[in-house]
Structures are given as structure tokens and as C-alpha cells.
């Protein structure tokens, strides 16, 4: 056996895990194994009580330094007026850089901002003797098919909030790749799904052929990115467009509409000759500041990123600019939303709580086009490297003199 077999595990407490004295036992536990110090992490704002279904094995709480970009016309169905975004980063030049873009953004009138599809699906796979019996299951299991109520209602029997849209059945082989189509509310609602969808496969298995089945399947793409998360299939499918005026561009991004068109035109090539699944600058940077900001599963910035961004001369010679996201997964009810201060920076926007979440979501694809705009210009201009040498570089040497 290994030396190390014997090590011991981290305390658990039966019946008061989540207590201010548990989590300062096994903070000094912790800090005992690993001769190491926490100080910081165990000054936490969040209250004990309030970590339980978020978090095991608690010990405190790590900070990340928070600014807002700002002001951001948005001009959505459901988010409409001036934001200032919160995002949660260390990266210096960032917070400046979507800052620039929301500003060109506001005086350019504002970003127009639509959700045009809202589900989350996961994607069971069930397995049969021959392809005959998985041909058979598959046409009885397509939405309005003859199993199709009695998988709904068992689905929905777990769940108020949960609805099931549709199903979609691939056959490979002997098996079958089951896609299932929900509608979560305000919730990213993939442990809703997921309790719903485990129901609902232990209905069929007992009403059908199948031999077995697995609750995840991977094609549904949940926290990975892939070429179906660029269909859309989890969460919100949002898209954000705006028409800059020629002189705005020259003015805030210090680059003509045709030098941001040609960097687009060529940068498109490398992300082919990359197999990058879709094509933009950096979604993931704003969206992972924003999720942490705001209590979001960040984890889901895999999926979220996936997208297209586009940069066209209009005939009159001004710039539009246009994101698309089709899988972006965000919440203002459940998960982490709750706690400390991702409630504070989900209420800064207006976007906790229910009936908030698509108000969020128009946010969110607005401040990405606002980093799309601004990293574009930052690359045209050649003025990449010099932000991030003014607001990028951490000299403490020169802090202290």
C-alpha cells in the first residue's frame, strides 16, 4: 500500500456542518495539515447557515476584486435603460476594456438585444437487444408519440417549475441518444432536469425494450463546448447587434469600420485553420467576470462561450457589430444567486429574482458585444499590448515608492 493511504480525511459533522464553529474547526484543521495560514479565507461575509446545498467540506471564502463597465444602453424586450455591469476579475485592462465598449455602445443609441429560444436539455442513452427494438423505441417516444404523455407526466411529477417541451430521439446502432427539451423558468435547473429526466427514463424503462440506460449521455453538451452548444441547446439563444457611426468608431476605438471589418475577415481564417467551434474574441473573459460577479455556475462558461460575432460595413460606411449566443446558461433564482454578494450585483442590475432571468440574459450578450467591439479595436489599432502595460502589469516596486 501507499505511504500515503492513511491519510486522513477532512472532518465532517454530523448535524451541524454548516455552523460557524464547524467551519472554523475545519479551517484550523486544515491549516494544521498543511502548515499553512487562513486568515483571509476565514473573514467571510457569507453566513454559515446560508452555504448548505452550495458548497462541502466549508472553511471560509476566497474575495475577487469587483468593478463595473459602464454606462450600457441596452434596448432589449426585456432589459431596457443604462447598466452598470459588475464583473469579478483580477485580469488588469479588462474591466476598462468592456468599459470602452459599453460607452461606444450607449452613444452610438444602444445595443438592440433579443432572446429567441429558452430550454435546457439533457440527453439520456438507452440501450436495446437488437436495432429493431431501438427503431421501434425511437417512434414511440417522439414528442406526441404514443409514450410521449406518460414521459411528460412522469417528468413533470417532480418538479413545479419544470416543463417538458419536447423529445428528441437519434438512434446509433442498438442504442439510443434521447434528447430532452425543458423549459426551467428562472432556474439553470440542471438538477431539475436532471431528477425530472431520471423519473421519467425509469418510466420508459419499465414501458419499453430498452435493457438499460445511463443518465448522461455527453450530447447534450452540458459545461463543454461543442459544435451543438453553436446550435443552441442550453439555455438562452440571445443575439445583440448594434450600428456604430463611422466617426464614434474612429473616436472611441481608434480604427476605421473597414480596418475592424478586415480584422474580422482575416482573423476568421486562423479560428478555421484552429477547428474553433464558432468564432469570437473573448466571450469567455466577460462572461466568467460577470457569472463570478453575479453567483452564476461558472463552469458553464464552456457552453456559454460558444458563439459567432460578426463585424460588417454598412453601404453608408459605419460599423455593425453583432453577437450570438446560443447556449448561454444563466439564472436569478436557486444555485449561488443567493449568496452575499452575487445577490448585491444581480440586484445592482435588476435581475434578481423571478421573472428576471431573460432581463439578465439580454445584459449579459450586451456587455459581450461591448468586449467584442473593444478587443477588435485594441487588435486593429495595434493598441493591445500598450492597455495591458498601463492597466495590466502588477509592479508592487513601484506602488511602494
Keep these: 500500500m501507499s505511504e500515503h493511504s492513511e491519510a486522513p480525511l477532512v472532518p465532517r459533522y454530523s448535524g451541524s456542518e454548516f455552523s460557524e464553529e464547524t467551519l472554523a474547526d475545519r479551517r484550523q484543521w486544515v491549516e494544521a495539515q498543511c502548515d499553512s495560514k487562513l486568515e483571509l479565507v476565514g473573514k467571510s461575509a457569507i453566513p454559515a447557515g446560508s452555504l448548505r446545498g452550495n458548497i462541502e467540506n466549508p472553511i471560509g471564502e476566497v474575495r475577487v476584486p469587483v468593478g463595473v463597465a459602464g454606462p450600457l444602453h441596452v434596448r432589449g424586450e426585456h432589459a431596457t435603460g443604462i447598466y452598470y455591469v459588475p464583473l469579478a476579475t483580477t485580469e488588469g485592462a479588462l474591466v476598462r476594456s468592456y468599459e470602452r465598449g459599453a460607452t461606444l455602445i450607449t452613444r452610438s443609441g444602444g445595443a438592440q438585444v433579443r432572446v429567441l429560444h429558452d430550454e435546457n436539455q439533457i440527453s439520456p442513452v438507452f440501450s436495446f437487444a437488437t436495432v429493431e427494438e431501438a427503431v421501434d423505441f425511437c417512434r414511440s417516444v417522439e414528442t406526441e408519440g404514443e409514450l410521449w404523455e406518460g414521459i411528460r407526466s412522469a417528468a413533470e411529477s417532480t418538479t413545479r417549475h419544470g416543463k417538458l417541451l419536447g423529445i428528441d430521439p437519434k438512434i446509433v446502432g442498438r442504442d439510443v441518444e434521447l434528447t430532452l427539451r425543458f ?151 436557486g444555485g449561488g444567486v443567493n449568496l452575499g454578494t452575487s445577490r448585491e450585483c444581480l440586484e445592482l442590475l435588476g435581475c434578481h429574482g423571478t421573472g428576471k432571468v431573460l432581463k439578465f440574459a439580454e445584459i449579459a450578450a450586451a456587455i459581450v458585444l461591448s468586449g467584442e467591439l473593444s478587443f477588435a479595436a485594441a487588435i486593429a489599432s495595434g493598441e493591445l499590448s500598450d492597455a495591458h502595460e498601463s492597466y495590466g502589469r502588477n509592479r508592487p516596486e513601484e506602488r511602494e515608492q
Excluded at 481608434?254 to 475592424?260: K, L, N, S, Y
Design 183 to 333: 423549459r426551467t423558468g428562472d432556474a439553470h435547473g440542471m438538477n431539475m432536469i436532471s431528477r425530472a429526466a431520471e423519473v421519467a427514463c425509469r418510466w420508459l424503462k419499465e414501458h419499453s425494450a430498452a435493457t438499460g440506460y445511463l443518465i448522461f449521455s455527453g450530447l447534450s453538451s452540458e459545461k463543454r463546448p461543442s459544435a451543438r452548444a453553436l446550435h443552441g441547446t442550453k439555455g438562452k439563444h440571445v443575439v445583440a447587434g448594434i450600428e456604430v457611426p463611422s466617426r464614434a468608431c474612429r473616436l472611441y476605438l481608434h480604427a476605421t469600420p473597414e480596418e475592424i471589418r478586415d480584422l474580422w475577415q482575416r482573423t476568421v481564417v486562423g479560428n478555421v485553420m484552429a477547428n474553433a467551434i464558432g468564432y469570437c474574441g473573448h466571450y469567455a473573459n466577460g462572461l466568467t467576470a460577470l457569472f463570478i460577479a453575479c453567483g452564476q455556475d461558472v463552469a458553464n462558461v464552456a457552453n456559454s462561450a460558444v458563439g459567432m460575432t460578426q463585424f460588417e460595413v454598412t453601404p453608408e460606411g459605419h460599423l455593425h457589430a453583432s453577437v450570438t449566443l446560443p447556449s448561454l446558461t444563466v439564472a436569478t433564482v
